[in-house]
């Protein structure tokens, strides 16, 4: 079994090789007027930020300052110890149309005839655009994606990153690649089939690239919510990101990483996981203050991390 330390110690000594205080020192100077290029990044609620895809000009296609400044930005929301919520965003009149394919496709070409060493040089760039969303993930905090209209491509393996999904009502969606003639590879073949739990539709919708709508993203288990407009959309997920942010941080976040760990591992190893874990944060002040604000009829305060 793991040591408690291996099991805390990348969440909370240092994030995808970065220490915590180097970004801190990051997010402080964006939350001081620091602008993202691709990002716009708010605090519109106590506790909770707001991530949103800023390129409404270019249909927020992801260019290479996007799939960087992702990292950059929840590496810095996971170290800042007063956010508890996130909800990511689109601006505009679609959450974003994936791929920005003529910013991007340079990068992907290498130099040299001979593919294998073509092929062990591209493959750093390729896991590093999976970081992009993977960083969404392994970080402890809830992230709620709030879609309207269009969410195309790269949209789909980053919304199967976030822990929570809500659309419009004009929301649709499709898994673009195999129309580019590539194979969807920073998140989506891996995540949307245990989200849906519909290997069979999870297989279809990627083979074909077909476009479902929002009503059979909320049937397949994809959205969990449908509202009128993005207005209506934004309102319910900072609602929601705020009801989240309510709750003790200590037992948020030990569900989240307990949840994502059971999903790839035995009941028993989930089992394992969390008793380790709560071995330790069932010691914390947030379950003395949660039990007495009951008792009291009273809401209950929270220190940050």
């Not at 005839?113 to 970080?139: C, H, M, N, W, Y």
């Not at 290997?199 to 083979?207: C, G, Y």
């Not at 591992?265 to 969390?274: A, I, N, Y």
């Amino acid at each position: 079994m793991a040591t408690l330390g291996m099991l805390l110690g990348a969440t909370r000594h240092r994030v995808a090789g970065i220490s915590i205080s180097q970004v801190r020192a990051t997010f402080q100077r964006g939350m001081s007027g620091y602008q993202f290029e691709s990002l716009a990044v708010t605090r519109p609620r106590d506790h909770v930020m707001q991530v949103e895809l800023n390129r409404p000009e270019k249909r927020n296609a992801m260019n290479r300052a996007f799939w960087r400044e992702m990292v950059e930005c929840f590496q810095a929301i996971t170290a800042e110890p007063d956010v508890r919520a996130v909800v990511v965003s689109g601006a505009g009149k679609i959450f974003t149309a994936g791929l920005d394919m003529g910013d991007v496709m340079s990068s992907l070409f290498v130099e040299g005839a001979d593919i294998a060493r073509k092929a062990i040089r591209l493959t750093p760039t390729i896991k590093a655009f999976q970081d992009t969303f993977s960083v969404i993930e392994k970080g402890p905090k809830p992230v709620i994606a709030a879609v309207h209209s269009a969410c195309v491509g790269g949209g789909v393996d980053l919304i199967s990153a976030c822990d929570i999904r809500l659309c419009t009502q004009d929301a649709w969606f499709q898994i673009k690649e195999v129309d580019i003639g590539l194979a969807a590879d920073v998140g989506t073949l891996q995540r949307l089939p245990k989200i849906i739990g519909n290997d069979s539709l999870a297989r279809e919708l990627a083979f074909t690239s077909r476009r479902f709508e929002a009503e059979e993203a909320k049937q397949m288990g994809l959205v969990s919510g449908i509202y009128p407009d993005r207005a209506a959309v934004l309102e319910a997920a900072l609602d929601l990101a705020s009801t989240i942010a309510s709750k003790s941080p200590i037992a948020v976040q030990g569900t989240k990483v307990s949840m994502v760990y059971s999903r790839d591992h035995s009941v028993q190893e989930g089992l394992d996981h969390v008793a380790l874990w709560n071995s330790t944060m069932l010691q914390s002040e947030d379950v003395v203050e949660a039990v007495q604000a009951g008792m009291q009829k009273r809401k209950p305060e929270f220190s940050k991390l």
